[in-house]
Structure formats: structure tokens, C-alpha cells
């Protein structure tokens, strides 16, 4: 049975036309063995048609998709890579994609899980229905008529500084030595710069003062904004939250851990500009 509002003749027809495609088996993306997306009957090779797919346009940087519409498409679990290609987590691939390239792809993950989680009304549990190309899903139910958008969790990452040190920490999840800066979702009715109180204070129990805008990165597992902050340090003692932080501590400058998040992450971004502005070199040298 088709799911509400995907058409499989659409589907089949989308496939004929010359596109590129940014095709995804849960968060892996299908390049071809040179590393570009394919092309419109590449697909077809698989056997199988799309769950779903969203138009993304013509790239505004040529480079992404040489000039021709992209198109999104989820394709089913146990679908295999046609020659020459192959799929790839798209978290591996960060730091691998050229930039244009990676900012599609995150917009197209992001939309193809929007579209998947909003099949049906989260208010009446009616179908919806995606007019054209716009991206917006209407509850069918003329008694509700809810319209759902694209959803964007906002989440705050913050460098905390102390003179010469930095605040890191490392998570249960993380692989062993890693550490990077603290972050965490913005609440209902906070501020960005409330949740990064609020967030200190509960990871590590430190207050901190003032705090400064960075720079913003969209995070596409499933739907993040990360909004990047700087901070000074004011008060405490770190106790880390039993049940998030496994260790954190301040790092000097000049013995920073060896495992450090990747150059694609708004993170990597905070701890280059805090070895830049004390006039260390990025890669970091590591200390004793």
C-alpha cells in the first residue's frame, strides 16, 4: 500500500528524469565510486523504487549537482548498491564532501525524515498530504487541517573558557578518549542563552558568565540547529551528571586531549578559534 501522499508512479516517473539523486539507506548516502551523486538511472538499478522523495531544486553552487534539479530519496533497508556505487554514513562523510555537497546532503536527510515522521497528523492522527513541492504536510481531516513543517531542534554548544584552559568533557557514547565541548537541547520557553546556564550547571555543576554568540550549524540526526556559544568561567567545582558525563575537566591550551571532534563540527570550530587566539598552532601539539 502506498503511504499517504507518495505516489508511486510519481516515483517511478521521478526516476526517468535527468536528476541527481541524494539517496539514503537510513543515514547512508549513495555516491558513485568517484565520489559524486548519481544520476537519474542509477537508481533504477536497484531493483526497487523510492519510499519517498523531496525535491531539493537546482543547487545554487553548480558543483553539488552540475547543474541539474537534485532530488532526495529514502530508499528501503535492505536495498543494495548498484555498480559502482556504494553507501556511506553520512557522519563519515563530513569531512570527505566538499562543502556545497555536504550542506545538500544534510538539507535532504533532514526533509526525507521530516516527510517520513509526519505521514500522518501528530494532533488528529488523519493523513496529510504534501502539495507539489512545497515543504509542508496538510492534515486531511477538514476538522483539523493542522499544517506540519519541517522540524528544527535547537541545540546550544558552548566553549567555556578559563584564562589558558578549556572546559571538555566526554560522554558514555563517545569512543574511548574522546572529548569534546559540552552541549544540550534548548528546553521549552529557555533562550539559547538559558539553556547554556542551565545546561553547565547540570552536566558539571559550574556557573559561567559572559556568554557569547559563535557561529550556527545545522546537524541533520534527525534535525538539529547547533548554535555555538562562548563562555567565560565564574564559580564551582566539577561534579559531573552521573547519568550523562563520564569526565570533564579544564585542558590548558597546550595539553589538549588527542581525540578531538573532526573539522567538520562546530566544536572543532571552537576549540581552532580558542588555540588561535592564544597564538597556538591547529592541529594543537599535544603536551604532557
Request: include cysteine.
Amino acid at each position: 500500500m502506498d503511504e499517504p501522499g507518495m505516489g508511486q508512479d510519481a516515483a517511478a516517473s521521478a526516476l526517468a528524469q535527468p536528476l541527481r539523486w541524494l539517496a539514503f539507506r537510513g543515514a547512508e548516502l549513495l555516491l558513485t565510486d568517484a565520489g559524486t551523486l548519481p544520476a537519474g538511472d542509477a537508481l533504477s538499478a536497484l531493483g526497487c523504487l523510492p519510499l519517498r522523495t523531496q525535491s531539493l531544486g537546482v543547487p545554487a553552487d553548480a558543483g553539488a549537482g552540475a547543474g541539474l534539479p537534485c532530488q532526495a530519496a529514502e530508499l528501503p533497508a535492505d536495498a543494495e548498491p548498484p555498480p559502482g556505487t556504494r553507501f556511506t554514513h553520512l557522519k563519515r562523510l563530513n569531512d570527505v564532501l566538499p562543502d556545497n555537497l555536504r550542506r545538500l546532503a544534510a538539507r535532504a536527510l533532514e526533509l526525507l525524515e521530516w516527510d517520513r515522521a509526519h505521514q500522518f497528523c501528530g494532533a488528529c492522527g488523519s493523513a496529510t498530504v504534501q502539495p507539489g513541492d512545497a515543504k509542508v504536510r496538510r492534515c486531511t481531516n477538514p476538522a483539523c487541517g493542522r499544517e506540519h513543517y519541517p522540524r528544527v531542534s535547537p541545540v546550544v554548544i558552548v566553549a567555556v573558557e578559563r584564562g589558558d584552559e578549556i572546559l571538555l568533557g566526554r560522554s558514555y557514547h563517545f569512543a574511548p578518549g574522546f572529548y569534546s565541548t559540552l552541549a544540550g537541547f534548548v528546553d521549552a520557553g529557555e533562550s539559547a542563552e538559558e539553556a547554556i546556564h542551565r545546561e553547565i550547571d547540570e552536566e558539571v555543576a559550574l556557573r559561567v558568565r559572559n556568554v557569547r554568540y559563535f557561529a550556527s550549524q545545522p546537524w541533520p540526526f534527525p534535525h538539529s540547529l547547533m548554535l555555538g556559544f562562548q563562555a567565560e568561567y565564574e564559580a564551582g567545582d566539577i561534579v559531573c551528571a552521573p547519568d550523562e558525563i563520564e569526565h570533564a575537566g579544564f585542558f590548558h591550551v597546550d595539553a589538549l586531549p588527542a581525540s578531538l571532534p573532526s573539522p567538520s563540527t562546530i566544536a572543532h570550530w571552537l576549540l581552532r578559534d580558542f588555540c588561535r587566539r592564544r597564538g597556538r598552532p591547529w592541529p594543537p601539539q599535544q603536551g604532557g
